[in-house]
């Protein structure tokens, strides 16, 4: 027989922070290449803008006034296809296993899966601005921070929900149709006070204390989700 | 403490139970063939030693520790039966990463030392998607054996190989297991799996049929074993 | 043992809706300002704390499937649910049809009822994805989840909806708070026949689900090997 095995070495301190790194940048890289997701998405959301302008006409001063929240809706429904692309681009030869079965808590592959998804739909959000600008004859630049905030913590909100639901549904043959079913419904809290904030910051109006209140709800939503997420994440991809 | 210890595995389907209390180990530096026909649960067993599912009752440890831990895992090298790289990465960026996911100290140096162990070395930077089908195989065993697992587990690692994939993971697995490592298979009975094996264990429709060393005799004719002790007489099991 | 219990509870339930139907129809007198339809109050609101009982009862259900790996667990969560769903269409209903007689209009943008409208489409997709899922052990492990985050989102919805609605003051279907003490021992007097239609439902739902599952696994028993 053979000599015994030599004791397996001493496993190296594996980083959560390293791991999610690397499958963020991993995600980012494979994207940048193919730009299949981004382009999708690019030219969804600008058909979906040129469409409400259809819907609702586009000189009206009550267009302006509601185009705020108009934005989410093309932020949403062009996020999804980001989002679907998360887990989807590991079915194909088996790297989802190859994934799982490495020394990676569930926890940091989520992580740097949301982490790719905030960037590519916060990319994408941020090319739609000056384009909704123009469109809606609005001002992003004016309360930019400010707007900027609002934009970061209600994409981090699709984003967390959006990546676990990309999970859920990997292996489902309708996936494409229930990731967004099942994601927009409970993203409505969400929205509704992203696009309470958007729409005042991107008339001008001044921030008011009243709108304190949908800040602290984007804020306990995101909180709520993600923790939620890291924690059922493990559930979701081991059978 | 071995490599792999089994112990009263179920596996369910709601239901029903498509492993039925398997309980075997593997010794130190042995290479267990895993024999069965399709459907019996030899893709199902192999995925839970990987850490890709969890038994229904029962426990599994590799190395003395739960087959889902996060530092066993780290002694696991799986190849399944998609090649489990990324289409638009490169080789050595697909090794790269595997290298860094498993804390490798020096990722670069080891995806460059298995990129010239399989020949791969002139296209490092090609894209997979651009390989043949004989260079992605070896490069998805390069990834299986990257971070020096102890324990291989591979799933019917030798159908649709070409000649010299087959010639190079049977050089690669002989020299692990010399170095002691152990290595589990699964395979339909196929000559080359044989050869390497030093046990055998047969699944028949779920349930542990026979486990033992493999003989020359299953060697000769691999059908031996499924008369032996395959599926019993009666439809119901 | 099941079927007992079942037929029990259904004629203990009939009963009692019976009686208080009969109360509510025939003694109780018309409200100040709304009038007869006011009377819908009494399902409206106890079949809306009916779903959300239920709601809930799934989510811990589901939390105990997914720690203790028991499908009765899986089938009751499931049962709960599609129950509840029902309960809800009872409340977003009657709410309608109360908007109706009193405002003139069927959908009033009500904060509760638009709540429920979006806890409804919620588990209306948990429904949708356990049908999608074939093999009933991954069926039981993700629909636990959804049902963990569907319940985890109904407070921060109530919440929401409510701030949202209240910048935009609009009829109330009823204001809640000025009813009289009696009309409260009402509403939890009907509470009790309706909580038990649940409860029966949800069991008959249960059994459904139970016997799906056996009849799934002898299926591939057979086609297996």
């Known amino acids: 027989m053979n000599p015994p095995a030599a004791p397996p070495a001493k496993p190296p301190r594996l980083s959560f922070f390293r791991q999610a790194a690397t499958v963020a940048w991993k995600d980012l890289r ?56 998360s887990f989807a681009r590991e079915l194909a030869n088996d790297c989802l296993d190859a994934l799982i079965a490495a020394p990676m808590s569930g926890a940091a592959l989520f992580l740097g899966k949301a982490l790719a998804n905030f960037v590519l739909l916060s990319a994408v959000e941020f090319v739609c601005l000056p384009v909704f600008g123009v469109l809606y004859n609005v001002s992003w630049t004016h309360q930019f921070w400010p707007l900027a905030g609002v934009i970061a913590l209600g994409t981090w909100g699709l984003t967390v929900v959006g990546t676990v639901f990309s999970a859920l549904t990997v292996n489902l043959r309708l996936r494409e149709l229930m990731l967004p079913m099942l994601v927009y419904p409970i993203l409505i809290p969400c929205l509704l006070a992203a696009m309470q904030l958007t729409a005042p910051l991107v008339m001008g109006d001044p921030y008011t204390a009243e709108l304190s209140q949908w800040v602290r709800l984007l804020v306990a939503f995101d909180v709520i989700f993600s923790a939620l997420a890291l924690a059922l994440i493990e559930t979701v991809m081991v059978r | 403490m071995k490599p792999v210890e089994i112990a009263g595995v179920w596996k369910f389907y709601g239901d029903f139970p498509a492993l039925r209390d398997i309980s075997f180990d593997v010794e130190p530096g042995a290479s267990m063939a895993l024999l069965g026909r399709n459907g019996a649960g030899k893709t199902t067993l192999l995925r839970m030693l990987a850490g890709l599912s969890r038994p ?162 299953m060697l000769e004719d691999t059908g031996w074993l499924y008369r032996q002790y395959g599926e019993p007489q009666s439809v119901t099991a | 043992m099941r079927d007992k219990t079942i037929m029990v509870l259904s004629w203990l339930a009939a009963v009692m809706l019976a009686g208080n139907l009969a109360i509510i129809l025939l003694v109780l007198p018309d409200e100040v300002s709304q009038g007869p ?100 052990t991954e069926r039981a492990r993700m629909s636990a989840v959804v049902s963990i985050l569907a319940f985890a989102d109904v407070p921060i919805i109530f919440w929401s909806i409510k701030w949202w609605r209240t910048q935009h003051p609009q009829p109330v279907v009823y204001g809640g708070g000025f009813l009289s003490p009696g009309y409260w021992y009402m509403l939890f007097l009907n509470w009790i026949p309706i909580l038990l239609l649940g409860v029966v439902l949800l069991l008959i739902r249960m059994r459904q689900e139970q016997t799906g599952r056996e009849i799934d696994a002898l299926r591939r028993e057979v086609h297996a090997f």
């Open chain 1, 30 to 85: 494979s994207e940048l290449r193919t730009k299949e997701a981004l382009n999708a998405s690019f030219a969804f959301a600008l058909v979906i803008l040129l469409l409400f302008s259809i819907a609702f006409e586009p000189t009206q001063d009550e267009t302006r006034q509601i185009s705020g929240g108009l934005l989410w809706l093309v932020f949403a429904f062009a996020g999804a296809l980001i989002l679907n692309r």
């Open chain 2, 56 to 217: 229904g009752r029962g426990t599994i440890r590799i190395c003395g520790t739960d087959a889902r831990d996060r530092a066993t895992r780290h002694s696991i090298g799986i190849l399944g039966h998609g090649i489990s790289l990324y289409e638009e990465l490169s080789a050595l960026e697909n090794l790269r990463l595997f290298a860094r996911i498993y804390g490798l100290e020096n990722p670069d140096g080891a995806a460059s030392q298995w990129l010239e162990r399989t020949g791969l070395e002139k296209v490092r930077d090609g894209l997979v998607r651009e390989f043949s089908r004989g260079m992605r195989q070896r490069l998805a065993v390069a990834r299986a054996f990257l971070h020096s697992p102890s324990v291989l587990l591979l799933d019917e690692p030798f159908t649709a190989l070409d000649d010299r994939a087959i010639a190079l993971l049977q050089s690669l697995l002989r020299d692990a297991i010399a170095e002691g490592r152990t290595v589990v298979l699964s395979t339909h009975q196929l000559r080359e799996a044989l050869e390497l094996a030093t046990h055998v264990a047969l699944l028949v429709r779920g349930r542990l049929a026979y486990t033992g060393e493999r003989t020359g005799e």
């Open chain 3, 37 to 136: 339809i006011f009377r819908i109050i009494f399902f409206h609101v106890p079949v809306a704390w009916t779903a959300f009982v239920l709601f809930f009862a799934a989510m811990v259900s589901s939390v105990l499937f997914l720690v203790r790996k028991d499908f009765k667990y899986d089938s009751f969560a499931a049962a709960a649910t599609e129950v509840g769903l029902a309960f809800g269409a009872a409340n977003l209903l009657t709410g309608m049809i109360w908007g109706r007689i009193i405002w003139g209009i069927w959908w009033t943008w009500d904060a509760r009822l638009t709540s429920m409208l979006v806890g409804w489409i919620i588990y209306a997709g948990y429904v949708m994805l356990r049908r999608a899922i074939e093999e009933p």
